[in-house]
């Protein structure tokens, strides 16, 4: 069976500038309204059809939550739906934004 990979934020920053992939934020809703990266994507639980009939299975994934624990189980769950190439971003959201205003 087809297994995630971990990802750093830094390279899922370049692929994404490069408009490979796409950025999976399964934060809760409130938290996602308040943030979220544009062009990301916000996977719930009722969102997961619309996702599974616009996201083609080949699209590079990248999984985001809080703190890059749950994003696991989530990338692993989509690479059992048939995703080919799928992503744990490491330490979550939470450093995506430290990030973001180092860089």
Not at 75 to 91: D, I
Request: proline share 1%; with cysteine.
């Amino acid at each position: 069976m087809q297994t995630f990979k971990l990802i750093e934020i830094k390279e899922v920053k370049q692929r994404l500038k490069k408009g490979e992939g796409l950025l999976v934020d399964i934060r809760d809703s409130q938290t996602f309204s308040k943030d979220h990266e544009q062009g990301s994507f916000h996977l719930s639980n009722d969102s997961i059809s619309k996702f599974m009939d616009e996201v083609q299975f080949s699209t590079p994934l990248y999984v985001i939550c809080y703190h890059g624990n749950s994003s696991k189980g989530v990338a692993q769950y989509l690479c059992a739906q048939g995703y080919v190439e799928v992503y744990s971003v490491e330490k979550g959201f939470q450093d995506w934004r430290i990030d973001s205003h180092q860089g």
